[in-house]
């Protein structure tokens, strides 16, 4: 027996050092390909895990086409109440839907309901349509407006997040495209909408982001599941002054893309706070100007009074730097760069902004001197 319990034990010993390694193999099965935590107001990332990553999206490709939606409403190009007419190739859709029948009618605000609330790709396909005429033309919408926004690695092919060939996005792409639907008042009233019904009654929706029923702060977010994206989702929550964005894509499972999102989340609202940098204007002196009419210039910081983003209880550890040109050439153009501001924090840049000219001061010539040593010599 003895000797069965000391085989037993040196069994388990010779294993401890394979242990750890299943064990990150097993983490990273679980873990999703692409992540990242955004505070919408500033721009700046929290944290990411391969942001730039190029993936297949699912349905959080809605999120461009909600937001083509919400801003042709903006604009007046299309309103809540007008009809819209499912074609054969809209109630043709596959995959979620709410069965819209080819010629039937329903409102635009409900169409945005189903695509919002249980991502329905006929209701999307139907919106779509009508807005541009065909999918097709609204794809080509949907890929110029990711070039405006500057997402410089989304690629649509289709406006629902069905798999295919040259249909990607990235998690800092997303979160970047969230923030900026999150925008739109005139979507607010659906992003939280749990349980509804369409046409009387018969048709039910039920949202497939679980985190509005219970985080503490949402605003809204798009999931989405293929076998080729995996489970994704995007949302957004805020509180107090700050508003984070979390992407998790190529989730394994649909429990998986929540934990990541709320944790990210989590960490954002627990770890980071707002701060408002110092702008030393005694650190702003004239700058010498050649050649010019005037032989200085006032430099002013750009963007004044704007906040950023560090982690709690650590701005007294916040360092400020400020470089300048040793001189300009005239003329000198108002906004013209003349050296740059930086604010840091354990050596990585949290806030950065161009110093400039206050004003403008021309290249000085004949005539102008000329008129200057005039003056001088009227005022003695």
């Known amino acids: 027996m003895k000797k069965m319990i000391c085989f037993i034990i040196g069994l388990a010993v010779a294993a401890l050092p394979f242990f750890p390694t299943c064990f990150v193999k097993?983490?990273?099965?679980?873990?999703?390909?692409?992540?990242?935590?955004?505070?919408?107001?500033?721009?700046q990332i929290l944290y990411s895990k391969n942001p730039d990553k190029k993936l297949a999206m699912a349905s959080v490709t809605k999120t461009m086409t909600l937001l083509l939606v919400a801003e042709a409403i903006k604009s007046g190009e299309m309103s809540l109440d007008e009809k819209v007419k499912a074609s054969s190739r809209a109630s043709g859709a596959e995959g979620s839907v709410i069965w819209l029948e080819p010629g039937e009618e329903m409102s635009v605000a409900e169409l945005i309901e189903a695509v919002v609330v249980s991502s329905a790709n006929d209701a999307c396909i139907a919106l779509a349509e009508h807005l541009a005429g065909s999918e097709a033309a609204f794809v080509k919408m949907m890929n110029a407006r990711a070039k405006e926004l500057g997402l410089k690695n989304t690629r649509y092919t289709n406006c629902v997040g069905y798999d295919e060939n040259g249909h990607y996005s990235t998690a800092r792409d997303i979160a970047v495209l969230t923030a900026k639907l999150m925008e739109f008042e005139v979507l607010r009233s659906y992003w939280l909408i749990w349980l509804d019904y369409?046409?009387?009654?018969?048709?039910?929706?039920?949202?497939?982001?679980?985190?509005?029923?219970?985080?503490?702060?949402?605003?809204?977010?798009?999931?989405?599941?293929?076998?080729?994206a995996g489970y994704c989702l995007s949302v957004c929550a805020e509180r107090k002054d700050m508003?984070?964005?979390?992407?998790?894509?190529?989730?394994?499972?649909?429990?998986e893309r929540f934990d990541k999102c709320e944790g990210l989340l989590d960490y954002g609202f627990d770890s980071f706070q707002k701060f408002t940098p110092e702008q030393d204007i005694s650190k702003l002196l004239p700058i010498k100007v050649v050649r010019g009419a005037e032989s200085e210039i006032v430099p002013i910081i750009e963007q004044q009074?704007?906040?950023?983003?560090i982690k709690k209880g650590s701005a007294y550890k916040v360092e400020y730097e400020y470089t300048f040109v040793e001189q300009v050439e005239a003329p000198v153009e108002k906004g013209q760069f003349l050296g740059e501001y930086l604010v840091t924090l354990d050596g990585e840049t949290v806030f950065r902004s161009d110093i400039v000219a206050n004003g403008e001061i021309p290249r000085m010539d004949f005539w102008r001197c000329l008129g200057l040593v005039f003056g001088e010599i009227i005022s003695m």
């Open 198 to 228: 369409l046409r009387g009654g018969k048709t039910q929706l039920v949202n497939t982001n679980k985190l509005v029923r219970y985080y503490d702060g949402i605003i809204g977010g798009k999931t989405g599941t293929t076998d080729g």
């Open 305 to 309: 009074g704007v906040e950023c983003i």
């Open 243 to 255: 508003r984070l964005v979390a992407v998790a894509l190529g989730c394994k499972s649909d429990d």
């Open 26 to 43: 097993a983490a990273e099965q679980e873990s999703a390909s692409a992540e990242i935590l955004f505070e919408a107001g500033t721009g």
